[in-house]
Nanobody, 114 residues
Framework: VQLQASGGGLVQPGGSLRLSCAASTNIFMINTIGWHRQTPGNRRESVASITNRGGTNIVGSVAGRFTLSRDNANNTVYLQMNSLKPEDTAVYYC?????????WGQGIQVTVSS
């Protein structure tokens, strides 16, 4: 399984970006698809995830600003990021995981700066 992440870039504080994670397989075959982020010198942390049953989990630091959605026809999961803050600056990774498997997409840079 391959995961292709896209949509990163530079945005001003308060702006929005939408990240896409396109899977090479039917996303219903992947138990959980999530987004993680990492800043230099820090551990990679979970930001948000969605299961193949539609359940979502969003960490408190981004709750109310970030939302997840699925496009089943295109095997893609989206992370809509609104009201972005400088502290959201990080490399973001898409992850597909479940019993016995753990797939990562390439990291994409998100920079929030004026």
């Amino acid at each position: 399984v391959q995961l292709q992440a896209s949509g990163g870039g530079l945005v001003q504080p308060g702006g929005s970006l939408r990240l896409s994670c396109a899977a090479s397989t039917n996303i219903f075959m992947i138990n959980t698809i999530g987004w993680h982020r990492q800043t230099p010198g820090n551990r990679r942390e979970s930001v948000a995830s969605i299961t193949n049953r539609g359940g979502t989990n969003i960490v408190g630091s981004v709750a109310g600003r970030f939302t997840l959605s699925r496009d089943n026809a295109n095997n893609t999961v989206y992370l809509q990021m609104n009201s972005l803050k400088p502290e959201d600056t990080a490399v973001y990774y898409c992850r597909g995981s479940g019993p016995g498997y753990d797939y990562w997409g390439q990291g994409i840079q998100v920079t929030v700066s004026s």
